[in-house]
């Protein structure tokens, strides 16, 4: 059983990283293609943005999310679960603001 365990959490782990790494390596490709959108005038650079963070949120809420898997301590769940609590607020947050720039956009375009 203790193999099985040791085993788990070794998955868990790596699994963590690997999915860390994917949302830092979003958010890092957005904020470039957002840069390059910017320089050229692009008036949805805004929506890139937002759509290229909440991806790369998502990924990392998911890392949050297994991280809670291995935690042994109540202090650990506590802080694991205001991680969870920010990173869902944030992600939240950004879907407010696609669905409001994809609104305006199709008000703009019925003009």
Do not use: D
Request: net charge neutral; glycine share 10%.
């Amino acid at each position: 059983m203790e193999l099985v365990e040791h085993l788990l959490a070794q998955i868990v782990s790596w699994s963590i990283l690997l999915f860390e790494f994917i949302g830092v390596g979003i958010l890092i490709w957005t904020g470039l293609k957002g840069f390059r959108c910017y320089i050229k005038g692009n008036p949805e650079t805004k929506l890139i943005l937002a759509k290229g963070m909440a991806t790369g949120l998502e990924f990392k809420l998911g890392s949050e999310i297994l991280r809670t898997v291995v935690v042994r301590e109540w202090f650990e769940v506590g802080f694991v679960a205001g991680i969870i609590a920010i990173r869902a607020f944030l992600a939240i947050l950004i879907r407010w603001e696609i669905w409001q720039e994809e609104k305006k956009e199709m008000c703009e375009q019925k003009k």
